[in-house]
């Protein structure tokens, strides 16, 4: 096999050259040590807060798939407030388990001490009204797996892993904490070497983990998610659907600005997961 050090070097000969380019760092499985076979390896470019334009791409080298992002090094800082402010810590967590291959002029080392610096702060504590909203999901996404439970597997499955996604997340922002794309939920959620080298905190509640662990292993057992289900909605408070009602303040001036956000990431193609801001799909 080719030495992917090699493939590395080859990959940032063509970034080194440029005005714009700053540094780089590694990240991924190939900055822990967890790659597998078939393991891209991530890769994540600084460029000057001069530069007017970001690239996000794909090269063969040598045989190893590179996976790449170059960005301003404002657009990084933009990213890892949007990370934070949304509950999540993706790119975050990218740049902090990162490992410097090149620096200029010392911006990358700065970059990945910032982001170390917010994958130690907590999250603000989930508003009344999201807490509201979560258990109105949970209650509604049980009824519909009901629904389609004598239907077979095949026509409940689709719903019954999009159901288990969404307690998974709304769990953890409940209780504050980060986690992994999907890919790697279940390292996240067993292994604790795994959690330590990419320097995530895992759930306190071990019923919790075991609820999830025995709807992964029984994934035809609509008893499994519904346990997990009750034991969620009891941790976020009691719900009753009869009577239930939600009325918030519109503020029109956010909804503007929430377009606007959504319209420059569209553009910039970085509309392509729910827990993405500019940095990869399979993230940890």
Request: aromatic fraction near 12%.
């Amino acid at each position: 096999m080719n030495n992917w050090n090699s493939a590395v070097r080859k990959f940032l000969e063509q970034w080194t050259n440029k005005k714009e380019f700053e540094g780089a760092v590694l990240s991924g499985s190939y900055a822990v040590g967890t790659q597998l076979k078939n393991s891209d390896i991530d890769i994540m470019i600084v460029l000057s807060d001069k530069t007017e334009w970001w690239q996000r791409g794909n090269l063969v080298v040598d045989g190893f798939l590179i996976e790449y992002i170059a960005d301003p090094t404002f657009m990084w800082k933009k990213a890892f407030d949007d990370d934070y402010n949304s509950g999540k810590k993706v790119s975050v967590n990218m740049f902090a388990i990162s490992k410097v291959l090149l620096d200029k002029n010392g911006v990358v080392a700065k970059l990945k001490e910032e982001a170390e610096a917010v994958m130690k702060k907590p999250f603000k504590k989930m508003e009344t009204r999201d807490i509201e909203m979560a258990k109105y999901h949970l209650w509604n996404g049980l009824e519909k797996l009901k629904e389609l439970f004598s239907s077979g597997f095949v026509k409940y499955a689709p719903l019954y892993y999009l159901h288990l996604s969404k307690i998974i997340n709304f769990y953890a922002s409940f209780v504050g904490l980060s986690i992994p794309a999907v890919a790697k939920i279940y390292k996240f959620l067993n292994d604790s070497e795994f959690r330590k080298k990419y320097k995530l905190e895992g759930f306190a509640d071990e019923k919790f983990v075991s609820l999830i662990n025995d709807c992964l292993e029984n994934y035809t057992s609509l008893e499994a998610i519904r346990k997990l289900n009750v034991f969620v909605l009891d941790k976020l408070g009691e719900f009753k659907i009869n009577g239930w009602e939600l009325r918030t303040e519109i503020k029109k001036q956010a909804i503007g600005k929430q377009s606007q956000n959504r319209a420059r990431h569209v553009k910039r193609g970085r509309d392509v997961e729910s827990n993405s801001t500019g940095t990869f799909d399979s993230a940890v």
